[in-house]
T-cell receptor, first 115, second 116 residues
Framework: GAGVSQSPSNKVTEKGKDVELRCDPI?????LYWYRQRLGQGLEFLIY????????KSGLPSDRFSAERTGESVSTLTIQRTQQEDSAVYLC?????????????FGPGTRLTVT | GENVEQHPSTLSVQEGDSAVIKCTYS??????FPWYKQELGKRPQLIID?????GEKKDQRIAVTLNKTAKHFSLHITETQPEDSAVYFC???????????????FGRGTQLTVWP
């Protein structure tokens, strides 16, 4: 079946502009995660959605970052007033709720470049 | 919250040798420990995981061991091949029964290079 998809695959924006990144999780996966990965670095947790529960926003680096999720489907990560340090690959992942299946399936990522 | 430390940050081995990557965690409640492999320019993918009710799990050339008392777990790759070259991430979390897990706490990653 279809995996996690993300769009756009690449985004170049000018410093100070807002950007919106999209994630389409695997159908039926109730959990959705956003991570940031700077070049050559590890996976930095940003936010986690689980069903209708309040999201875990503990990883968002500043109030310029926000994310929404529509039910158990699409999620958008918005970065306002982008800065050069926001340049990174933004990865989305989803996982299944039932059956004790814990694997996180990652999308291909959106490479964001802030000039 | 949980804190996962991973060592070494880089590891170079000759083809055919074994590679070992070690992680420690801080929260004794964590009960699920996956390992992800990320090839250059690709997305991370799960290669093996272990739950706290077992001490070791094997899948062909890879194995993971867990020491709950010491709060550390390790990835072992035997008979390494050039295609094993990648960044490997360990992670830990508390996974509730019958429910999806919460956030994964990742280590910083280990760049493994296997020389032919």
């Amino acid at each position: 079946g279809a995996g996690v998809s993300q769009s756009p695959s690449n985004k170049v924006t000018e410093k100070g502009k807002d950007v919106e990144l999209r994630c389409d999780p695997i159908s039926g996966h109730t959990a959705l995660y956003w991570y940031r990965q700077r070049l050559g670095q590890g996976l930095e947790f940003l936010i986690y959605f689980q069903g209708n529960s309040a999201p875990d926003k503990s990883g968002l680096p500043s109030d310029r970052f926000s994310a929404e999720r529509t039910g158990e489907s699409v999620s958008t990560l918005t970065i306002q007033r982008t800065q050069q340090e926001d340049s990174a690959v933004y990865l989305c992942a989803s996982s299944l709720r039932q059956g004790g299946s814990y694997e996180q399936y990652f999308g291909p990522g959106t490479r964001l470049t802030v000039t | 919250g949980e804190n996962v430390e991973q060592h070494p940050s880089t590891l170079s081995v000759q083809e055919g040798d074994s590679a070992v990557i070690k992680c420690t965690y801080s929260d004794s409640a964590s009960n699920y420990f996956p390992w992800y492999k990320q090839e250059l320019g690709k997305r991370p993918q799960l290669i093996i995981d272990i739950r706290s009710n077992v001490g070791e799990k094997k899948d062909q050339r890879i194995a993971v061991t867990l020491n709950k008392t010491a709060k550390h777990f390790s990835l072992h790759i035997t008979e390494t091949q050039p295609e094993d070259s990648a960044v490997y991430f360990c992670a830990a979390t508390l996974a509730d029964r019958g429910s999806t897990l919460g956030r994964l706490y990742f280590g910083r990653g280990t760049q493994l290079t296997v020389w032919p």
